[in-house]
């Protein structure tokens, strides 16, 4: 069975760091494209990052570029979000996402068959 729970959210100030940590169980980093979505209030959700170990390119929303890196650490079996320069902007409810890789991926949330609980990331200016 297919898991992800993420931790790490809370409140920062504007301009500081926060590292988000979605642990996984169930499958294998390199089977499955993985994700960092968000979703504000009153918004849709969108996808903040997203990669597959089988494939070349990461993608990064334009609004995180520069700022967010995702990685996965196989010693625990985690995906993380490096997030730095936050922006108020930045606030929302994170969650981390999988799905079988299949040769290509997109990082939009319809695309995406499993997800954790979320964890909320508060940005105060």
């Known amino acids: 069975e297919v898991q992800l729970v993420e931790s790490g959210g809370g409140l920062v100030q504007a301009g500081g760091s926060l590292r988000l940590s979605c642990a996984a169980s169930g499958f294998r980093f390199d089977d499955y494209a993985i994700g960092w979505f968000r979703q504000a209030p009153g918004k849709a959700r969108e996808g903040v990052s997203c990669?597959?170990?089988?494939?070349?390119?990461?993608y990064y929303a334009d609004s995180v570029k520069g700022r967010f890196t995702i990685f996965i650490d196989y010693g625990k079996n985690t995906v993380n979000l490096q997030m730095n320069s936050l922006k108020s902007e930045d606030t929302a409810v994170y969650y981390c996402?999988?799905?079988?890789?299949?040769?290509?991926?997109?990082?939009?949330?319809?695309?995406?068959?499993?997800w954790g609980q979320g964890t909320q990331v508060t940005v105060s200016s």
């Open positions: 996402a999988a799905r079988p890789y299949s040769g290509s991926y997109y990082c939009a949330p319809d695309h995406y068959d499993y």
């Open positions: 990669m597959s170990s089988l494939d070349a390119d990461t």
